[in-house]
C-alpha cells in the first residue's frame, strides 16, 4: 500500500535536497499571502462553484464530525459549514503560514466554534480510527509525499459507511480543450503568478504535479486499492477538474 507511484517523486524545487512535503511546505508558506487572490483569478472563480458542488456530494449523508485535510486556507471548511451546517470540522494542513491565514478567515465568518484548524499531516492523521463521518480534500492529495498512504490514513480515520471526497485537477479528454488547457496551465498561469509576485517554480509544479496525477479511472482504481467501495468520478467544466467519491464499507 505504502509503495510510492511516479506522481509522488514530482517536487517544488529539483534543486533541493529536501523531502517532496518539507518542500510543499515550504512552497505554500512563501505562497500563502496571494494564494486566495490568485485562485479566484486564475480559474476566474469557476474553483467556488467547484467547491460547492463537491461538498453537497456529502448532503444526503449529513456528516456531523468532518475532516479538511489540507485545508490550506479554509475554504472548504468554511463552505462546508454553511451548507452542511455540521457540529464540528477540523482543518489539518503542513503549511503554518496557510493555517494562520484561515484562522483569521474562520473567526471573520463566526465560525471560530465549529471549525478548528491545526498542523497535521496527511501520511500520519492524528486522530484515532473510526473518527470522522466524511473527510474532503480539496486540490490536496497531489501534494501528498505518498498518496496510497494519505488515502489509507483518511480510510483509517473515517467511520464505517463514511465517506471521502476528493476535489482534483485532471486532464481534459477532448484534443481542442486538452490544447488550451496545457497551454494554460504550461504558460500562462506561471506568468500570471510571477505578475502577482509570487514564485513561479511553485505555480510551475502544480501545473506538473496535475498533469502527472492519476486522474480518473486510474485514481478510482487506487482507491478501491485503498479498500474504498462505492467508488466514482464526476468530471466537471469540460473535464478541468473531477469530484472524486468513495466510502469506507459499513
Known amino acids: 500500500m505504502s509503495n510510492p507511484l511516479p506522481h509522488d517523486h514530482i517536487i517544488p524545487f529539483r534543486d533541493s535536497e529536501k523531502t517532496k512535503k518539507n518542500q510543499v511546505a515550504e512552497m505554500f508558506d512563501g ?10 483569478f486564475l480559474s476566474a472563480r469557476i474553483d467556488i462553484s467547484w467547491r460547492k458542488k463537491a461538498i453537497r456530494k456529502l448532503k444526503d449523508d449529513n456528516p456531523r464530525y468532518i475532516l479538511d485535510v489540507a485545508t490550506g486556507t479554509a475554504d472548504m471548511a468554511i463552505m462546508a459549514c454553511r451548507l452542511l451546517k455540521p457540529e464540528k470540522i477540523e482543518g489539518i494542513d503542513i503549511s503554518a503560514n496557510m493555517l494562520e491565514l484561515g484562522r483569521k478567515k474562520i473567526e471573520k465568518e463566526g465560525f471560530g466554534s465549529k471549525i478548528r484548524l491545526q498542523p497535521g499531516d496527511s501520511e500520519a492523521i492524528n486522530f484515532p480510527e473510526n473518527t470522522f463521518d466524511a473527510v474532503m480534500v480539496a486540490f ?7 498518496l496510497e498512504k494519505g488515502l489509507a490514513e483518511m480510510y483509517r480515520v473515517l467511520k464505517p459507511g463514511g465517506r471521502l471526497i476528493i476535489l482534483e485537477f485532471s486532464k481534459p479528454r477532448r484534443w481542442a480543450v486538452k490544447s488550451l488547457y496545457n ?3 504550461g504558460i500562462v498561469a506561471p506568468q500570471v503568478a510571477r505578475w502577482f509576485r509570487q514564485n513561479k517554480e511553485a505555480y510551475q509544479y502544480l501545473c506538473e504535479s496535475a498533469n502527472a496525477f492519476p486522474d480518473r479511472h486510474s485514481f478510482t482504481d487506487i482507491l478501491k486499492i485503498a479498500g474504498y467501495t462505492d467508488t466514482g468520478f464526476q468530471p466537471l467544466t469540460l473535464g478541468i477538474c473531477c469530484i472524486y467519491s468513495g466510502r469506507k464499507p459499513g
Do not use: C, K, P, S
Not at 31 to 40: C, V
Not at 140 to 146: A, D, I, Q
Open 140 to 146: 490536496g492529495v497531489r501534494n501528498f509525499e505518498n
Open 31 to 40: 505562497i500563502a499571502g496571494q494564494y486566495d487572490h490568485l485562485n479566484r
Open 183 to 185: 497551454l494554460y496551465m
